[in-house]
């Protein structure tokens, strides 16, 4: 018999509150006071939280401008003395990012380009020289003697202060301009303005003294104020007379785990209103994201919107006479026992994000109802997960949800090395086998290759009948994929030898081939069905090798024959024998063929 969640917390929740109002009145009270506490400071972390990570968003475009100018110029992609084509990239980048001021180019002969925002939306280009602009000079000589992506000071100039960042041009290793941007103070104070709830005041200092951001700052008596020679206002010089006293506020006691600070100002100064209220609580977080002088990210919160939480608490006591936290108290109870089977379930989903299926234990069957079936549908998913498990390649899977999913399957070129094998003399050795003999000798061969092949961190591309193909060097970049699939081929030969030193699948020998050349690797295939696979030429070559393998095999329980490719970038620790240049099918010129033994050092 089966019951429904509804009907017990009724029942349970009906006769706690007539049996336990007087004897549970003091301890439900507690208990609700430390959570209401609780549930304060994790919404003060969350409200802070929230300010933070808008005001690195808002200015995360500045960066990434940076970043995408600078990689296309070392790739040769855009010219630093384009000054046209300089002109519409620099434009493209300014068009979705309203709150970027400007983008300017600066060439190693100390001439640059500006293009900068308009008023009005529109675009403005200006071709500058370093001795017209003195105060880019240090700026500029120390890009070219350090390199890299900075955050520079607050920087005022054509009327409005800019949060700059700026890097160094680098192609082959030598400087070849700075490239620097700039956030619009403007747009990050009304930015901070929108971005606060209401009755709160978000603002960003420089440091402790000097406002970056707050919605004081769009009117036009303060941004006024601001010269090159004194580019941020101070908290005095704003109409705030929380910031105004920001270095002087006590700070409140945390628990260790916070990473936030709460100053008080609650007393405020004589003369001086706060808007009617009798205070306010400062919540700020420093970072260093943006250069090497801390922000203060921060929220101002009149105390009324704290203290109602505090008086809503006292009232609902006072009017329930203890019967309402009575009933949370047995809902918290019930909470904890309908909690257990759904932990479990979160921790086998957590284990079923990382392909785990292994690991999961059947759930528990549950006499409530909707916990029943949630325990059979999901015990019934598991099952067909890991029957669909083995249809798919799952290392392949965990290792590209490792590699960031969609980025790492996008199609690129790389330098992959690349494998096949092949069982010598298949199609007569299977003809004198039954068919599930055939199947089970394959399936023990397979797996020994997978987990040779994936130890060195290779990924299983395809099986085609008794052959294998694999590659290294995809989805994660590695740079020594060719040595690692020399120990992988090394370790297949072992195995082999090891199994019919056992007296096991004696008959079975292998042929292998490694080849290191350029492909395309990416997701290959229609909509409905997708292959993470490599393509190209590489892939021939290496094909056309494992077909030679046959002619040096002389009985070994595995013929490893490897390109010159390969012998060059394996590194040391491997021993190749030369066999020869051998034609290939497919490619005029010949190819340079070593046998890969056991032990020993290259040769």
């Known amino acids: 018999m089966r019951f429904r969640i509804t009907i017990i917390l009724m029942i349970a929740l009906g006769g706690l509150t007539a049996v336990s109002v007087g004897a549970v009145l003091f301890v439900s009270a507690s208990a609700s006071l430390k959570n209401t506490l609780e549930l304060m400071r994790a919404r003060a972390e969350l409200t802070i939280s929230l300010v933070e990570r808008g005001v690195a968003d808002h200015i995360a475009p500045a960066r990434q401008i940076i970043d995408d100018l600078r990689g296309r110029m070392a790739r040769s992609e855009l010219d630093i003395n384009d000054e046209a084509r300089l002109v519409d990239t620099l434009s493209g980048a300014l068009a979705p990012a309203p709150q970027i001021g400007g983008v300017v180019v600066w060439r190693p002969d100390g001439a640059g380009l500006w293009v900068a925002r308009r008023p009005n939306g529109g675009i403005a280009t200006a071709s500058v020289r370093g001795e017209d602009h003195p105060e880019f000079a240090p700026f500029i000589a120390n890009f070219a003697s350090t390199g890299g992506l900075q955050w520079g000071a607050p920087f005022h100039n054509n009327g409005a202060t800019f949060v700059t960042v700026a890097g160094a041009v680098e192609r082959n290793g030598i400087y070849g301009g700075t490239v620097a941007t700039g956030v619009s103070l403007i747009e990050l104070s009304r930015f901070v303005r929108n971005l606060a709830e ?32 004194k580019p941020l206002l101070s908290t005095d010089e704003i109409e705030d007379p929380v910031l105004a006293r920001f270095r002087d506020l006590p ?27 009798p205070g306010h609580i400062v919540l700020s977080r420093a970072t260093t994201a943006f250069g090497a002088v801390p922000w203060q990210i921060g929220v101002v919160i009149p105390v009324e919107q704290v203290s ?17 936290v009575v009933s949370v108290a047995a809902a918290l109870f019930l ?37 029943d079936e949630q325990a ?63 199947a089970e000798m394959l399936n023990r061969h397979f797996e020994m290759l997978i987990a040779c092949i994936e130890t060195e961190g290779g990924t299983v ?37 090891a199994h019919h030193a056992a007296g096991e699948d004696r008959d079975v020998r ?45 009985g070994r329980a595995a013929t490893i024959l490897v390109s010159s490719d390969v012998a060059a970038a394996a590194g ?20 340079e063929i070593w046998r890969l033994a056991s032990g020993g050092l290259k040769r």
């Open 572 to 591: 040391e620790g491997f021993r190749f024998e030369p066999v020869g240049d051998h034609a290939v099918k497919g490619r005029a010129r010949t190819v």
């Open 461 to 497: 591309d395809k099986f085609i009948g008794d052959a294998t193909m694999a590659f290294w060097g995809a989805p994660e970049p590695v740079p020594d994929h060719a040595a690692r699939a020399c120990r992988a081929a090394l370790a297949i030969a072992k195995a082999i030898e």
């Open 308 to 324: 109602q939480q505090f008086r809503r608490l006292i009232g609902s006591i006072a009017i329930s006479l203890g019967m309402l």
């Open 510 to 554: 292998v042929k292998i081939a490694l080849h290191t050349g350029p492909l395309i690797v990416g997701n290959i295939g229609a909509e409905a069905r997708m292959n993470y696979t490599v393509i190209g030429d590489t892939v021939n070559v290496c094909a056309r090798i494992e077909s030679l393998s046959g002619q040096f095999a002389e």
């Open 251 to 277: 700070v409140a006691n945390l628990p260790r785990d916070s990473d936030f600070e709460v100053r008080e100002a609650i007393e405020p100064r004589a003369g001086v209103s706060f808007r009617d209220e």
């Open 376 to 438: 059979r549908s999901f015990n019934a998913m598991v099952r067909g997960l890991r029957w669909f498990r083995t249809y798919v390649p799952h290392q392949l899977v965990r290792r590209l949800m490792d590699s960031a999913g969609s980025a790492a399957t996008g199609v690129r070129e790389a330098e992959l090395t690349v494998m096949f094998t092949d069982i010598v003399g298949f199609t007569p050795l299977s003809e004198t086998m039954p068919p599930a003999a055939v």
């Open 335 to 371: 909470a904890r026992r309908i909690a257990r089977p759904i932990h479990a379930v979160s921790a086998a989903a957590e284990k079923i994000s990382r392909l785990e299926l292994d690991s999961i234990a059947e759930l528990p069957r549950s006499r409530i109802r909707e916990l």
């Open 198 to 229: 209401e009755g709160m005041t978000a603002f960003v200092l420089y440091g402790d003294d000097r406002v970056l951001a707050h919605p004081a700052m769009l009117d036009p008596q303060y941004y006024g104020k601001l010269s090159a020679g």
